[in-house]
């Protein structure tokens, strides 16, 4: 525990600059993984334990695009389409299987297939660790905001899923198929008596959540080292994220991953060696306060 | 018998688990006509209505619309073949706008129609106009039922089922529901009506069935049924 380091930096603007954004950073990314899955949640009513290996994926196929194009643009659009494609198959073919069967089978299944991702990652790409390196366009010198080291790739980081979540709360209370999406959460049953495929809806929202979570991996593929296995952090921090929030809100995952991301950023220097378990801490807390989440509904 | 109905409903077995609901029900529906489908509570009517819509699929049976047999279809694809079901319990979106719920209705109707939009629906149900950005959840039950049927009209169905349009509401309001449905029956409307109020029948309906325990015991004119008495007193709680 270090309370002296932490006070200095909550003193220094600085210092409040630098970790303010890298905890945006962890935030957001965050979000757009945990986004996916409370919506998966919120629609389907299952947890989707893949939801990490759908971030990895993307990740590694940014890797291996921005190799053969050395496009960065490229990579990510290509990490969120290939995982789109991904997950459909997934929910097409494994998980609509199992909807509405006890959520031990469904967990067997998205077990399953972490393994199976591992093992494919590792056997495609090795098992070492790998480096996607940062492309051309941002090899620039820092910004300095207020004393405080901002990369460029950082701001463009922040940016790009600030329009990613603008984007995606348009899509959901402003399109058709977010209306019908939002129904089909509430009664899947009445929906499909006004004459629409719900099967087809369910299907729309697990590539559009395993996109979101591509995303994610693509654009974090320069400033993580990807490893098979790296799903399994982010999953359990998605966890996190949307239990604090609320499961199935959105808006939700979006307030409980900057404070997840601002937890870690800022704890990393007061509690060094307790980062994890702040954020259990954290969850806790609002558990007791508030046991469906900040924005989740009671009962 | 001549014309050949719209909806042929044949020796329909349902059941729930282990239990039997409904025992060999049939019925037809012609065009332009209204069949008030009357029995008392647990008679059988909500899951006549929903074996149609396929939202309780029969186990035997036949449910044909237009001449093919759309028994154990899934719901969406029976109400594309042109069946508009307003369940029961109206089962509105809560969160929901009064426009959402509508939009979330829209389709075309089998052969292409699209006779309905928002603008039709608001001239046929001028009280859902002011309440278009309302949530669903915060209306009136009667408001609650214009609503359910007007979003199954937007669907532009071929052959309207209501189950128990007139249930929970007070005397005014079901008579704004039954002026309605008169209106709607003046436009050349198919509907099937269930209903445990038979009174609320008598201006709406042109034919009767009775159902009672899972199965059909009476079919007449509405105004039949009026004048039968005894088959009222044995069947309908009045």
Known sequence: MNLVALTECLTSASCLVTQTTSGLIIGMLLFLVAAGLTLIFGVLKVVNFTHGSFYMLGAYLALTVNGLTNSYFLAVLAAAIGVALVALVFERFFMSKVYGSNVLMQLLVCYAFILIMDDAVKIIWGPEFKSMGMAAAFQKPPLFIAGGIVPVFYLFLIIVTLIISVVLWLIITRTRFGTVVRAAAVNPSMVSALGINTGLVFSGVFMLGGMLAGLAGGLAAPVRSLTAGMGFSILIESFIVTVIGGMGSIAGALLGSIMIGLVRSFGSIGFPLFVEGLMFLLMAIILILKPSGLLGKEG | ?238
């Open chain 2, 1 to 238: 018998m001549s014309e050949r109905p719209i909806v042929r409903v044949d020796g329909l077995d349902v059941f729930y688990g282990k239990s039997q609901i409904l025992f060999d029900v049939g019925l037809e529906l012609k065009q332009g006509r209204t069949l008030a489908l009357l029995g008392r509570n647990g008679a059988g009517k909500s899951t006549t209505m929903k074996a149609i819509a396929g939202v309780a699929p029969p186990r035997r049976g036949v449910v044909e619309i237009a001449g093919a047999n759309v028994a154990g279809r899934p719901p969406h694809v029976i109400a594309r073949t042109g069946i508009g079901f307003v369940p029961e319990d109206r089962q509105i979106f809560p969160e929901h706008t009064v426009e959402e719920n509508l939009e979330i209705g829209a389709k075309k109707g089998p052969g292409g129609q699209d006779a309905w939009s928002l603008k039709r629906v608001f001239e046929v149900f001028p009280l859902l106009e002011p309440l278009r950005y309302r949530m669903g959840g915060r209306l009136s039950g009667g408001e609650q039922q214009m609503l359910a049927i007007a979003r199954t009209l937007m669907g532009n169905p071929v052959v309207l089922l209501l189950d128990e349009p007139s249930e929970g509401l007070a005397p005014i309001v079901v008579a704004r529901i039954g002026e309605l449905l008169r209106t709607l029956r003046a436009t050349g409307a198919t509907t099937l009506i269930a209903e445990q109020n038979m009174h609320f029948c008598l201006g709406v309906a042109d034919d009767a069935v009775v159902i009672d325990k899972g199965s059909i015991v009476y079919r007449d004119t509405i105004a039949g049924l009026k004048a039968n008495e005894e088959v009222r007193r044995r069947y309908l709680a009045m």
